[in-house]
């Protein structure tokens, strides 16, 4: 048995050396990176004259004295707010209708899911096309309202260009957490509808009695996935409106891009990179909390 | 019992999502069959935006962007097809292996480096790519495939779902192959990854989602069409107006046909892929 094991060490860390050393090159150093360059004035282009130099907190005191940051966190976080929930919820309505007795529903599930496979540029091209002056939302603004609604400029307006990115980003990424959400809602047993039927239960009840109830841990995993997808945000607001108009559509990743790519100030950048990463980790450190509460529970 | 019933009102619901849905793909197309741009520009005002007269179609603006010598549209194709298939490939054995050696193996650390690698999966590209062209920069790697394939190939939660999977197969497998004299890598393509086949599909289908959309990484390493992706082709036509819409549409249906034409061949494993992804360990 001894014996075993020690060959086992060898071999295993043979198969395993590929994996960990791409690993630790392209994910752990450049992480590692991005906190130590987060205290420097490093530029993407070194200036030979000056070199780098530790400016210790300095980056991360300037980026949260920035409005200009905070403006994109706020941004940010309005979008994950609504997104999530128009997304989820649309995805959840998606998924019980192909949980019901509708003829067909392999078909109507693969058609649902086609948004998933087109990629975000395209998505992007098209929708700008519907957010046109003369595109389709106008049309329907303006049938809706008998005529009397003002042309709007979807993207190019503060207040609506947010909105914008929200429906179509939406439309985009529903199928998968309509997928998700159907394989939960196929989870649950039907023994427990029987028995909400035997008691009289109405379809109201019984979605918040016994479907909510059970999709529970489907939630948690659709909420905290869509959550730090959403924080991501960056392609189609480069896209539509490059952060625009007045900074209304400016996100944290597209800040890291600006900051570090286009004007090269790599350390101000790690220093937002770092933050965003703590974000991101909340997000999940909450996720983790909820779920070994709930097994606590059981 | 009238159980043949036939439920209008469900038909009628999922009809509405279809259309939701299709309807803007559906105007894609169309927009791409009208060869006369001031036409396009002309029916975007009306229903007709989501409508081609069958006597009007034409292959006009798909014959342009092919013919286009500046922006080869097939070698963005293949670029895009290079980076995701190398990507693909290489993930699958490497991550694999990786999972194998974690999963079917007795050796000192190997918690230790399952639990780091897990908590690898939550640090988002978007917060290395600074470094990463940092370093990239400094290795002479601007403009190149490796730059756009190697550092995605080993993926924490590639791996997390190929041990999760490999961790239900039975014991006496492996086990029995091993009293026959077999070697740790015998057992892991000979015996593991034949029964892989559920959990290859997953991670590749996913991972080809991933880099098929990538656009932040190829934004900013590449420039010209030697190594571009054909997303950034599009992003980069795109965003030099004027808007030839004629244009934009046929290059977006061409670039979205390989990948939906995938997609209709396995359209189950594709979505088996997503619903493995969220089964949690």
Not at chain 1, 19 to 42: E, R
Not at chain 1, 214 to 223: A, C, E, Q
Request: glycine share 6%.
């Amino acid at each position: 048995m001894a014996g075993l094991r020690q060959r086992d060490t060898s071999s295993a860390a043979l198969i395993m050396s590929p994996a960990l050393i791409l690993i630790g090159v392209f994910v752990i150093f450049p992480f590692l990176l991005a906190i130590a360059l987060s205290f420097t004035n490093q530029r993407l282009v070194p200036n030979l004259n000056v070199g780098t130099q530790f400016v210790g907190i300095n980056n991360y005191l300037r980026i949260l004295g920035q409005p200009e940051f905070l403006q994109a966190f706020r941004n940010t976080a309005l979008f994950t707010i609504l997104v999530t929930p128009l997304q989820s919820g649309f995805a959840l309505a998606a998924a019980m209708l192909l949980n019901t007795k509708l003829p067909a529903r392999n078909v109507f599930r693969g058609i649902f899911f086609l948004p998933t496979v087109i990629t975000m540029v395209v998505v992007s091209v098209i929708w700008f096309a519907l957010f046109r002056l003369d595109g389709f939302f106008n049309q329907l603004l303006w049938v809706v309202t008998g005529g009397n609604a003002p042309v709007v400029d979807w993207l190019h307006n503060p207040w609506l260009a947010m909105p914008a990115l929200i429906l179509l980003s939406a439309w985009q990424g529903f199928p998968f957490q309509m997928v998700v959400y159907l394989a939960g809602l196929q989870q649950i047993n039907p023994e427990l509808y029987e028995a909400a039927k035997v008691d009289g239960a109405k379809p109201w009840d019984e979605f918040w009695g016994v479907t909510m109830p059970g999709l529970r841990n489907t939630h948690i995993f659709v909420l905290v996935t869509t959550t730090i997808l959403a924080f991501k945000l960056f392609t189609q607001v480069n896209l539509m409106t490059q952060g625009g108009p007045e900074g209304a559509t400016q996100t944290v990743v597209r800040f890291i891009y600006e900051q570090g790519f286009t004007r090269g100030s790599v350390g101000v950048a790690a220093a937002a990179s770092v933050m965003f990463f703590l974000v991101v980790l909340a997000i999940s450190i909450a996720q983790r909390y909820i779920f070994t509460s709930e097994e606590e529970v059981r | 019992m009238n159980t043949a019933r036939t439920p209008y009102g469900l038909i009628a619901l999922a009809l509405m999502v279809c259309v939701i849905v299709i309807a803007p793909l559906y105007m894609m197309v169309a927009i791409s069959l009208k060869a006369d741009e001031q036409q396009v520009l002309l029916d975007f005002g009306s229903w007709r935006a989501f409508w081609v007269n069958p006597w009007d179609m034409s292959l006009e603006n798909y014959r342009i962007i092919l013919a286009d010598k500046v922006s080869p549209f097939l070698r963005y194709l293949f670029n895009s097809a290079l980076i995701v298939t190398s990507i693909v490939i290489f993930g699958i054995l490497i991550n694999s292996a990786c999972a194998f050696a974690l999963s079917r193996l007795r050796f000192a650390g190997r918690g230790v480096i399952l639990a780091v690698l897990i908590a690898l999966i939550i640090i988002p590209m978007e917060a290395l790519a600074i470094p990463l062209l940092l370093i990239m920069a400094r290795v002479g790697w601007l403009e190149t495939y490796q730059a756009q394939i190697i550092p995605f190939i080993a993926h924490p939660f590639s791996i997390f779902l190929f041990y999760q999977f490999f961790s239900k197969l039975p014991k006496d497998l492996d086990e029995a192959a091993f009293v026959e004299g077999a070697t740790p890598f015998q057992v892991y393509w000979k015996i593991v990854m034949p029964l892989s086949l559920p959990v290859i599909a997953t991670v590749a289908i996913l991972q080809s989602l991933e880099y098929w959309n990538a656009y932040l990484w190829p934004l900013m390493i590449t420039r010209g069409p030697a190594t571009r992706p054909v997303s950034l082709a599009l992003a980069q036509f795109f965003g030099t107006p004027p808007y030839l819409w004629g244009q934009l549409m046929a290059f977006s249906v061409m670039m979205s046909l390989p990948v939906l034409i995938l997609y209709l061949s396995f359209q189950r494993w594709f979505i088996q892929s997503v619903v493995s992804s969220a089964i949690k360990g």
